[in-house]
Structures are given as C-alpha cells and as structure tokens.
C-alpha cells in the first residue's frame, strides 16, 4: 500500500488538521468531526450543513465558506457522519433563521440526517432537509434506495449557498435547491477501482483493459463493463445517458451548467481532452453550455476515472451560480 498517510486510523484526523492548519478561515472541530465557517452568525443567513463519508474531497468540507456552505461533517472513510455530527452543526450554524440539510442519497447519510433533523427540532431548531438524487445510471443499488447522489451536490450547496447569502428565507432556500437537483443528471465511469486506507488493496476487481460504465462514487457497481474506450466514445455514452433522463424531467429548453469531474486519480490533461468531447456532443445536439467547471470536485479516493453532470439553469439559477464564493475549494467574484 502507498498512501501519503500515518495510519489507516488516524487518517480523518489528520486531514481535518491539515484543513485546520492551511484554512484559519474555518474552525475544525478534529475531535468531534464538524467544519464550520468562523463568521457564519454574523449575517442572520439561513444555515447550510452538509457532510458525508470522507474519500470524496472536496466535497463537503472544501465547500464550507462564503457563499457555499455554513458547515460539514465529515464522517469516516465512505461511512455516514452519525447524527451528533449533524445536531452539533446545525447549533453552531443556526442564526435564528433556519438551517437546511443538504443530504446525498446514501442509506446511512439519509438515515444519520432524517435522526439529526428530528434531534434538532426538539432542541427548538428550524431544520428543512433536501435530498440529492441525481445519478442516472443504477437505482436501487447496494448504496441507496432510488437514484444515487453524485455530482449534482456541488450545484445544490453552490447555489442554495448564494440564496442563503443574499438573505433568503429557509423555505425559499430550500425550494431552490430542490430545484437544483430536479434539473440535474449525472453518469460516472470508472478506469480503476479505488483504494481505501482500512483496506489497502483495491476496493473491487476491474481487469486491466475493461473500464465500469455508470460507477458510484463508492465503487458500486454500474450499468455494464466494456473494453476500455476512447474519451469521445465514453462522452457519447455518460452525455446520452444524462441527456435521456434529463428530458423526461421537463422541456429541454435553455442552457446548462456543466460539470466534468474527476474521481480522484484523473489529471486535467485527460479531463479537459474529455471535456472537449462533451461539449462537442452537447453543441451537435442543440444543448447551449451557460458554465462550466473541469476538475476534481465529487472524487473517489485514488479512482481513475470521470463523471458529467449537467443542470438546466434558468436566470435565477445561473446568477446565484455567478454569486461570489470563497471556499478552499472553489471561489470567485471576491
């Protein structure tokens, strides 16, 4: 096993430290697992909170600050946050005014976050919960119940963020972001299974030459295994997937946000070469590309791969996505 860490044991803690350390910007509770932005009672806002299991960075912590989210839990490798976590931020973020749940379809991570909610409102707390559904490619997997939350979490903090920051009201906030995972799809491919730190050897067998079309970002399995593919022929199949399933969820009209992210272990050179056929594809079919983002985001661990995620954006939405941020992961406009 060659990882960068000291021990399979200690290693949350110790990314949470080093979060601490390059991020003054935030408090890291490393002991009790919670990030929270230092200023967020300062503007009255509505609370966003947000977590998951770790391997996925980014996602959540990355996107805690200004105009993103208020908080993240940070659960253990691929394993829901338990709901003291999530109880725990909800009453460091809550201003008076709210806090909603930004919560990706994983069994554990619903469950943690249906308790926690309960929790908080015995506590006196406003909790609203949304549940981000938005790969195309299994339902009903070993993982969830119903679609699987993936890339479309990145736009549901992104823009419920700005609306909370402009002063939104909870139930506002929490209908836009509904909104936002109502209009975006996902497919993932997977060129490698991923490693995790307990284990120390890959997590599921992918033969050399065969790559998994539809993969979760746990490594679930997806759709199919084909031999390995170029990247237009992997982009004509995650776009017609995405593309198929986002027209059943309304009229195609208008632009979309897209969202070319790498599982882990994928370099920029591949994913912006890959980047170039998708929006290849979505110009020869009509589909106008309002913004986009290349990168790793929504990861794996060490996973070679790559995932598309488009969202139908109208006005509202694309200029709550151009709202300023400052995350450590993703920031601009201020």
């Known amino acids: 096993m060659r990882m960068l860490i000291n021990s399979a044991d200690t290693v949350v803690a110790d990314a949470l430290r080093g979060m601490a350390a390059a991020h003054p910007e935030l408090d890291v509770d490393v002991e009790r697992r919670v990030v929270v932005r230092r200023d967020v009672r300062g503007g009255g806002r509505v609370g966003l909170v947000s977590g998951g299991g770790s391997g996925h960075e980014p996602l959540h912590a990355g996107f805690v600050g200004y105009g993103m989210l208020s908080a993240a839990c940070p659960g253990e490798v691929f394993t829901s946050p338990v709901p003291?976590?999530?109880?725990?931020?909800?009453?460091?973020?809550?201003?008076?005014?709210?806090?909603?749940?930004?919560?990706k379809n994983y069994t554990g991570d619903v469950l943690n976050f249906e308790m926690a909610?309960?929790?908080?409102?015995?506590?006196?707390?406003?909790?609203?919960?949304?549940?981000?559904?938005?790969?195309?490619?299994?339902?009903?997997?070993l993982y969830t119940a119903g679609r699987r939350g993936t890339g479309?979490?990145?736009f549901v903090e992104k823009i419920a963020g700005a609306a909370a920051e402009d002063g939104a009201p909870l139930e506002q906030v929490a209908a836009i972001a509904r909104q936002v995972n109502e209009c975006s799809r996902s497919f993932g491919v997977a060129l490698s299974a991923c490693t995790t730190p307990a284990k120390g050897s890959p997590t599921f067998d992918l033969p050399d030459g065969e790559l998994e079309l539809g993969i979760g970002i746990h490594g679930e399995p997806g759709r199919e295994r084909r031999p390995m593919m170029s990247a237009r022929e992997i982009a004509e199949v995650a776009v017609d997937a995405v593309l198929r399933d986002l027209a059943e969820a309304g009229p195609a009209d208008g632009p979309v946000?897209?969202?070319v992210n790498g599982m882990g272990a994928t370099p920029l050179l591949e994913l912006y070469g890959f980047h170039a056929e998708v929006a290849r594809m979505l110009d020869a079919r009509g589909?106008?590309?309002?913004?986009?983002l290349v990168g790793n985001y929504v990861t794996s661990l060490d996973m070679a791969g790559c995932s598309v995620t488009l969202?139908?954006?109208?006005?509202?939405?694309?200029?709550?996505?151009?709202?300023?941020?400052?995350?450590a992961a993703l920031r601009w406009g201020r």
């Open 311 to 327: 969202c139908r954006a109208d006005e509202d939405l694309l200029r709550l996505w151009d709202a300023p941020v400052q995350t």
């Open 117 to 141: 909610a309960e929790l908080a409102e015995e506590d006196g707390l406003r909790v609203q919960s949304v549940l981000v559904n938005d790969d195309v490619a299994v339902t009903d997997s």
């Open 84 to 103: 003291d976590q999530m109880l725990r931020a909800a009453a460091a973020v809550d201003a008076g005014q709210g806090v909603l749940f930004v919560v």
């Open 257 to 259: 946000l897209a969202l």
């Open 152 to 154: 479309a979490t990145l």
């Open 287 to 292: 589909v106008p590309v309002a913004r986009t």
